[in-house]
């Protein structure tokens, strides 16, 4: 987590999303003779090109790699190596969460085989069994998890919202996470166990952010799904803890203008403007 | 669910997990000069053809596969597709949950495309959204889903067992489940959403057999968990409304035996031992 929160320092606490879909590439990458996968990754190379020095981190959603089959993935994969050969932070986005012995299988494809990512994102409905197959990574310094805490998307308080005791069922699982992740404080003092919090939800994601000072978060709902720059402005105010998930808002920028060959110029605007949003503070 | 819910009648209601290993294989097929996605699906095709007759269903756990990169993904496509080719049912264990957008995306991976399979597990700490995008498939009969209700795991109760109002968070979740799956009630009497329920805790598996009937419970647990056949044997008393999931039971059962062409009459003998076990009521 401390190489998360510097590069948000150095750049910005944007994360780009790269959840591509085929039908944002544009028409001339679309036609080219060259294979699925090469096309998707060609599109993700392009951004991340044009934006690098902008965003904190890329985090790639596997769901749309793994909608596209074999194909697919082989583009998810061949992202983030390049993001590690060019020295980029990448999350994997995969949200896996089950039994000890399973979760070991996804520490070995996904912070050290062929999907290998700098972080990954987690569910711990199962309890820290979900986690503890990560420990030995999170130890050696340089890799992190996110796990879903409190998240952006419309149905997120049927569970996470029940009262149980005197603590919603999202605080019990904040304080679990807080818990689990005190042996893994770094260095800029954040634990290598961050937090999925939706921005979405303003109020919550602040009171959420004070209850957890030493939890970094990732925290998806701006533009698409709703969450401004000025939600974060107060939260960011006594320093960056977090990094804000921009997907569709930026690698569709190109979308409706006219076609050239360097799409992704629309992507690095739409990149500043956020970084303007959300810097003001 | 009424398929499943057959064959579960027909043959047995055993579920036998793919949850294949490298170290798994016979060194004979180890050392086949042949790609290592062949030998990983050449073993799960001696085990399903040993099997078959014996086995409600076939659940391929997709952490294994994914441990071993673009190779393991292409057994686990080529096992799933087998499977259907064979007339058999399979369930992707992929354990998914995250917003409508992004579940969509599996939606299109694992019920319809590369990785379909007839029926996925999903995890719903995010809410009905992570269902929803499910449903148009779900209406169409053939297709169902197991949600992580109370799992068969050590930490299970972290989040699972808090206290909510006058329910526990796996009560609150069943009947959301119950809710969310009245509308896909199959006839044979249980809906398409379906859930997954540990062995392990067999009081509270009865409990909810008994709080939610037209519920079909997919039941890890058995065997290298802890779980046994009599803990099933009153549940199942009154019908069969659920499948009993072995794993590492029935693929290892070659393991430490003289090796030969056939290591798959032991993993069929191991099935019969488990039909045997779980059938005497």
Known sequence: MDKLKIAAEKKSPICIGLDTELSYLPKSLLQKDIALSEKLFLFNKEIIDATEDLAACFKVQIAFYEALGMEGLLAYKNTLAYLKRQGLLSIGDIKRGDIQSTQAKYVEGHLRGDFEADMVTLSAYMGEDALS?????LKRGDKGVFVLLHTSNPSAGDLQNLQAGEKKVYEHMGDLLEKWGAPFIGEEGFSA?????????PKEFALLSKRYPKMFFLIPGYGAQGGKGEDLQQVFRDGIHGVVNSSRGIITAHLHKPEGEHFAIHCREKALAMKEDLCRW
């Open 193 to 201: 166990i961050g937090a999925v919090a939706g921005l979405t939800y």
């Open 133 to 137: 197959p990560f420990y030995e990574d």
